[in-house]
T-cell receptor, first 114, second 109 residues
């Protein structure tokens, strides 16, 4: 059983479209995260939710909107996609809120904007 | 300047060599994470440490809080260790992770 699963694995779409990436974890964790990895492999936090509440919202364009329907799910919706949104997006989860919690990562969603 | 710096950026080693990857950070932290990203793209958490040393198989991670420095060592390296190794600082009073730029390791036969 996959602990943190993201869908889709690959997403190719045109500029201006709206798309969503889904994330589910079956670890019973309270905290979930979205990270963006750019073409130079640099990872950066985008959002974090703890018990369905938004805890971290980094300086991300408001075209990106996370939604957590329950503790096990954290989806990412992106409006009006731009070329610069091309990246790999990783979902992760941890047992609880706190910087000393190990994080479990999904396999990533590679988003390519044409 | 990034708050978390890694060196070297790229490392090539022969099978069996002892490998060290370094991570320096400039912020107060509550924990330091080491992650491994394989060529297929998935990310695995290797270690999380706030003091001293941790060992898992052929991997050893150490941290010196006073010097704001951590190292990841791989003993008896093997081609399957080829991956990108990333350190991430869990900044004190702020639960988000700040990542280093990664070290790309290639181990050849």
């Amino acid at each position: 059983d996959t602990a943190v699963s993201q869908t889709p694995k690959y997403l190719v779409t045109q500029m201006g479209n709206d798309k969503s990436i889904k994330c589910e974890q079956n670890l019973g964790h309270d905290t979930m995260y979205w990270y963006k990895q750019d073409s130079k492999k640099f990872l950066k936090i985008m959002f974090s939710y703890n018990n369905k509440e938004l805890i971290i919202n980094e300086t991300v364009p408001n075209r990106f909107s996370p939604k957590s329907p329950d503790k096990a799910h954290l989806n990412l919706h992106i409006n009006s996609l731009e070329l610069g949104d091309s990246a790999v997006y990783f979902c992760a989860s941890s047992q609880g809120w706190g910087s000393n919690q190990p994080q479990h990562f999904g396999d990533g969603t590679r988003l390519s904007i044409l | 300047k990034n708050e978390v710096e890694q060196s070297p950026q790229n490392l090539t080693a022969q099978e069996g060599e002892f490998i060290t990857i370094n991570c320096s950070y400039s912020v107060g932290i509550s924990a330091l994470h080491w992650l491994q990203q394989h060529p297929g793209g998935g990310i695995v958490s290797l270690f999380m440490l706030s003091s001293g040393k941790k060992k898992h198989g052929r991997l050893i991670a150490t941290i010196n809080i006073q010097e704001k420095h951590s190292s990841l060592h791989i003993t008896a390296s093997h081609p399957r260790d080829s991956a990108v190794y990333i350190c991430a600082a869990a900044v004190r009073f702020d639960s988000k992770l700040t990542f280093g730029t990664g070290t790309r390791l290639q181990v050849t036969l």
